[in-house]
């Protein structure tokens, strides 16, 4: 018979295993609507740049895997935001200069870099670093360098539509604030669920299931990224 403790983990890691299942269905795909409107998009459209910024990055499995993992043991209020505010610098800088400079990277090898960060902080947190290394690396300018790979894994998505000029920049700006919304709403439910399990005793158990959860949905991503390189 289960504990009490075992069964809030194995609970976990049924609730992670069905959302990894469900990889194909939502993350970056962009629905019909969404993908009409990039398509034949003229002028400033500020507020449904920023709905889709928004929606993009509560979507976004691997920047909300990615995040997780970063907050996962931070306790205090400014940690948090200080981490969240560098990864939103790292992103917001390559989101912007990657679209207005037209820097062309292969979505495929950014997504699988993207993939290889949520592994990274998932073994940083199960303390792989430190009994293989004998030291972490450090975690404010892996989550600064980290964060410029998923600006660009941002800007590629948005390249596929070839936006125009007119408005480019404040629809860009809108799409960034967007997402920085998105990850607001998304990260207070992460917190908040962290938050609750750090009141059992249950909590070493989930953070280790969570954080080996978080390293396989690493390599899922990264592998599902290669195949795509390779094939196409």
Request: charged share 10%; proline share 1%; glycine share 10%.
């Amino acid at each position: 018979m289960f504990s009490s403790s075992n069964r809030l983990t194995v609970i976990v890691m049924v609730l992670c295993l069905v959302g990894l299942s469900a990889f194909d269905a939502v993350a970056h795909g962009v629905d019909e609507s969404t993908r009409l409107f990039l398509l034949n998009n003229t002028g400033v459209q500020f507020f449904a740049f920023m709905y889709i910024g928004a929606k993009h990055m509560v979507t976004g499995y691997d920047h909300l895997l990615f995040l997780a993992g970063v907050i996962f043991f931070l306790y205090k209020s400014k940690d948090i935001l200080l981490y969240v505010s560098m990864f939103t610098l790292g992103h917001s800088l390559t989101l912007l200069f990657g679209v207005l400079s037209d820097i062309q990277v292969n979505a495929y090898i950014i997504d699988a870099i993207i993939g290889f960060s949520v592994v990274y902080k998932g073994f940083d947190n199960l303390g792989g670093f430190q009994r293989t290394l004998g030291f972490s690396p450090n975690a404010k300018v892996a989550v600064l360098v980290f964060g410029l790979f998923h600006g660009f894994g941002l800007a590629t998505k948005l390249q596929e539509f070839q936006l125009p000029q007119d408005g480019l920049l404040a629809n860009l700006i809108a799409f960034n604030l967007g997402v920085e919304l998105g990850q607001f709403a998304a990260l207070t439910i992460i917190l908040l669920v962290i938050s609750f399990w750090r009141k059992h005793s249950s909590f070493q158990q989930f953070s280790t299931a969570s954080n080996t959860l978080l390293m396989s949905a690493g390599f899922m991503l990264i592998g599902f990224q290669l195949t795509g390189y390779f094939t196409s």
